[in-house]
């Protein structure tokens, strides 16, 4: 059992390298980060820290809109309810491995809750009116 809190911004950069490594080595889903190398997988790490540092230490540090990027993401490299489930278990695996504790419940719970928005709103056309125009038309 680990014996680590989830108390730091250091504990969330941990937890999100440690999360992506093992994400990128998976053949079921790493190649959707194959377009991210060098400063941009950079800046991408940087805002998933902000990310899950606003989400599970309730800050304000995040400023973006992740359903839109992922709906974006889908339109130009589809995704599947499947890649969504293999996130969250790598997801809580290495939560798991590296915390206990409140905060690490905390992180698994919203990856959960997001995931589950994500497939909704990024695998199905229930999207709000002003994101309705981002879909491309079914021909």
């Known amino acids: 059992m680990p014996t680590k809190l989830l108390t730091e911004r250091a504990d969330i950069e941990c937890l999100v390298n440690t999360f992506y490594d093992n994400v ?28 899950w540092e606003s989400n599970i230490f309730d800050v304000e540090s995040y400023q973006g809109n992740p359903m839109l990027t992922h709906i974006k993401l889908h339109n130009r490299q589809p995704m599947s309810e ?4 293999v996130w969250l278990e790598h997801w809580q695996t290495t939560v798991k491995q590296l915390f206990h ?26 999207l709000p009116m002003f994101m309705q125009r981002i879909r491309p038309t079914k021909g």
């Open 24 to 51: 990128r080595a998976d053949p079921r889903i790493g190649y959707m980060f194959n377009h991210l190398k060098g400063k941009h997988w950079q800046a991408h790490l940087e805002k998933m820290y902000r990310f």
């Open 82 to 85: 499947a890649m969504f489930s």
């Open 101 to 126: 504790g409140e905060n690490a419940d905390k992180a698994i719970f919203r990856a959960t809750t997001i995931k589950d928005l994500m497939q909704q709103r990024v695998l199905t056309d229930e």
